[in-house]
């Protein structure tokens, strides 16, 4: 059984940088999209950053464009989200996803994804 875990979260200053990464056990995320959204308190899971299957396409947020970066390893089967210049409005629960169905395109809405990590904490102060 596929499981996710975000770990790199954590507490910085406004133009910091955090490197979050996504380890896959269980199964091999090589054939899927992946995704990284996120939370803040008291609003929607919105969508950051998402890669086709083998990282050859990317896309973002318009808020997090230029300074943030999905990438992935096959043989780690890790994903990884580079957060540079970091905001305050960047503070949420952030979350890894997993498409459900074979990654050729790159998808923004929650519906397409089937398996989700537990989450890891950004926050980031002025």
């Known amino acids: 059984q596929l499981q996710l875990v975000e770990s790199g979260g954590g507490s910085v200053q406004a133009g910091g940088s955090l490197r979050l990464s996504c380890v896959a056990s269980?199964?091999?995320?090589?054939?899927?999209?992946m995704g990284w959204f996120r939370q803040a308190l008291g609003q929607e899971r919105e969508f950051v950053a998402g890669?086709?299957?083998?990282?050859?396409?990317?896309s973002y947020a318009d808020s997090v464009k230029g300074r943030f970066t999905i990438s992935r390893d096959h043989a780690k089967n890790t994903v990884y989200l580079q957060m540079n210049n970091l905001k305050p409005e960047d503070t949420a629960v952030y979350y890894c996803?997993?498409?459900?169905?074979?990654?050729?395109?790159?998808?923004?809405?929650?519906?397409?994804?089937?398996?989700w990590g537990q989450g890891t904490e950004v926050t980031v102060s002025s």
């Open positions: 996803a997993k498409s459900r169905t074979y990654g050729t395109s790159i998808y923004r809405q929650i519906g397409e994804y089937d398996a």
């Open positions: 269980g199964r091999t995320l090589h054939v899927h999209s």
């Open positions: 890669t086709n299957w083998n990282g050859a396409d990317t």
